[in-house]
């Protein structure tokens, strides 16, 4: 079936620079997207999230964007801190019964202070 | 906090057991998901309720089952464990279907 994937699964940063992770979407039907960050022993936690109608929300120290024409989506955190050290899942929907968020396989964001 | 929480946290079990794992949605919330995720597979979506009601299933084994109650918690039923079905299992819930979900600290079952 079709799957949400991430186009890297580590990334190394230096504290304070900014974070960008990427992800590639299959399904041109999803219309509703989400970044999860999940540290070690414990769930995913909701970060932020996007529908299609938009193409950039901002949160506190995050940004989405979402390229629909290339099937794209990002996650940008300014100013990493190590707290921000985590596994970084995106996952996407179809508004459609019977279907359920599909997540990517994953990145994992380190951070050195 | 989530708000979701999940029982127990651990489990280490035989194969050929069988084991429960039970979960109880944020307040309010009626939809459940469970997932699993495993080191290679990443979080795999399995089945979803809503207020009582089976909704979507994913890659669910026969092996496996799950409920909703009417007082919204649920339970995951794994049986005929194989050394495979060691993995973390999450629950989630939500207010809407198809909307953001919260997530439970996740059962860790050790099949041996």
């Known amino acids: 079936g079709e799957s949400v994937g991430l186009h890297l699964p580590t990334l190394s940063v230096q504290e304070g620079d900014n974070s960008i992770i990427n992800c590639a979407y299959s399904?041109?039907?999803?219309?509703?997207f989400i970044w999860y960050k999940q540290e070690s022993g414990k769930g995913p936690q909701f970060i932020i999230d996007i529908r299609s109608n938009m193409d950039k929300r901002q949160g506190q120290r995050v940004t989405v964007l979402l390229n629909k024409t290339v099937k794209h989506l990002s996650l940008q955190i300014a100013a990493t801190q190590p707290g921000d050290s985590a596994v970084y899942f995106c996952a996407e929907n179809i508004n459609q019964a019977g279907t359920a968020l599909i997540f990517g396989k994953g990145t994992t964001l380190s951070v050195s202070s | 906090d989530s708000g979701v929480t999940q029982t127990p946290k651990h489990l280490i079990t035989a194969t050929g057991q069988r084991v429960t794992l039970r979960c109880s949605p944020r307040?309010?919330?009626?939809?459940v998901y469970w997932y699993q995720q495993s080191l290679d597979q990443g979080l795999q979506f399995l089945i979803q309720y809503y207020n009582g009601e089976e909704r979507a299933k994913g890659n669910i084994l026969e092996r496996f089952s799950a409920q909703q109650f009417p007082d919204l918690h649920s339970e995951l039923n794994l049986s005929s464990l194989e050394l495979g079905d060691s993995a973390l299992y999450f629950c989630?819930?939500?207010?809407?279907?198809?909307?953001?979900?919260?997530f439970g600290s996740g059962t860790q079952l050790s099949v041996l």
């Open positions: 307040s309010g919330d009626l939809s």
């Open positions: 399904n041109s039907a999803s219309d509703y």
């Open positions: 989630a819930s939500s207010v809407l279907e198809g909307g953001k979900l919260f």
